[in-house]
């Protein structure tokens, strides 16, 4: 009798052992399972300082495709256009407070925080050449060079978006500094935005962008300053017959993120990020000049509107005006600045010395 109680008794302890074992694993899977399900999908927020049809909007969506087909859809970016989260100013301040993983932050407002960025505000610093100023957006030099300046801010330098030549509107041609004087013009909010208007005999307003329509349409302003696009989707030109196509600034808007936002990716995730940055990076350009075109060809149609195109010498004129600004800059940058303005203007003297096939300008 003892040895069917001792096999039983070793039989029922072996499956309590396998039973132990089993439900060992299976908890392991599960909490391997219910990790993974935790880490994905993540959200990624991304503010723009434009409305939806934009520049930065397009620029938003093919990002969004791109890191979520690399992903296959562990990342989602969500976006915010204007509007939905605050000013310019505020979306900064968002993001350097971790409440928005990323956005865009152009010079004409972050230059109050980073004054560096002031120099894309500046009046002919950058080339007339597109193929030119193309190149030297498509490259890390320019990123590198603003790099300190932005973390000394809490913001994570992501590179430069090149947004389209900025146009001037008024109810009348502005072809000379003449036309300025005593003209209020809205500018964006920094000062050395500012500056560049004030070295022309201007009066610059500086207020928020949703309310740049009804001001001209009160006749609180007599002007303003945009992009093409941002002319035609915001109706400025309902309420400004002509537009000014000098060819003097380029509006500039960099992409910043959290810093500890971004040190705390995971590898994978960080090298997801920067090839949808990289690959979306090289059709900003197209995204920018397709959209301008057809907005202008868009306001053109209704025949309200008269555009006025500077000539070289009206040009010459208005360039020699604006190096007052330029000492204004150098003035609030300091050491910095001076060096910063000096490797920008370097580095367009290369670009314009280099072979016309390294700029693309052979239509590439």
């Known amino acids: 009798m003892r040895t069917p109680r001792l096999w039983l008794f070793l039989l029922s302890s072996l499956a309590l052992a396998l039973t132990g074992c089993s439900d060992s694993e299976s908890t392991k899977t599960s909490d391997s399972s219910e990790m993974t399900s935790q880490e994905y999908p993540v959200t990624w927020r991304f503010a723009l300082e434009e409305i939806e049809g934009s520049v930065q909007h397009a620029y938003a969506e093919a990002l969004k495709t791109r890191i979520e087909e690399a992903s296959e859809g562990k990342v989602e970016l969500d976006i915010f256009p204007y509007g939905s989260l605050g000013t310019s100013s505020q979306l900064t301040e968002l993001v350097r407070n971790g409440s928005v993983d990323l956005a865009f932050a152009s010079p004409g407002h972050l230059a109050d925080l980073v004054p560096e960025t002031g120099v894309f505000t500046l009046h002919y610093v950058l080339p007339d050449d597109d193929a030119i100023t193309r190149a030297l957006f498509a490259g890390d030099e320019l990123t590198e060079l603003f790099s300190a300046a932005y973390s000394e801010q809490n913001l994570q330098l992501l590179g430069f978006v090149p947004e389209g030549w ?5 109810n009348k041609p502005l072809k000379t500094p003449a036309d300025f004087e005593g003209l209020v013009i809205r500018t964006m909010t920094s000062q050395i935005s500012a500056e560049a208007f004030r070295s022309y005999g201007a009066e610059p307003r500086q ?16 002007g303003q300053t945009n992009p093409v696009f941002a002319i035609e989707e915001m109706n400025f030109y309902e309420v400004q017959n002509t537009l000014t196509m000098p060819r003097a600034a380029h509006f500039i808007s960099s992409i910043v993120a959290n810093p500890e936002w971004y040190a705390e ?10 090839d949808a940055l990289s690959k979306t990076g090289k059709e900003a350009w197209g995204i920018q000049q397709e959209l301008n075109q057809t907005r202008l060809a868009s306001m053109l149609e209704d025949g309200q509107l008269a555009v006025a195109k500077l000539t070289e010498q009206e040009r010459a004129v208005f360039r020699e005006a604006s190096r007052s600004a330029r000492d204004v800059y150098i003035k609030q940058t300091g050491e910095r600045g001076r060096k910063i303005l000096e490797a920008i203007t370097n580095m367009i003297a290369d670009l314009e010395r280099a072979p016309a096939s390294d700029t693309g300008s052979n239509g590439e």
Do not use: N
């Open 166 to 170: 900025m146009a001037w509107t008024a």
């Open 265 to 274: 990716l995971p590898e994978q995730q960080q090298l997801w990020l920067e």
């Open 207 to 222: 207020t928020p962008y949703s309310q740049v329509y009804s001001d001209l349409q009160l006749k609180q302003i007599d």
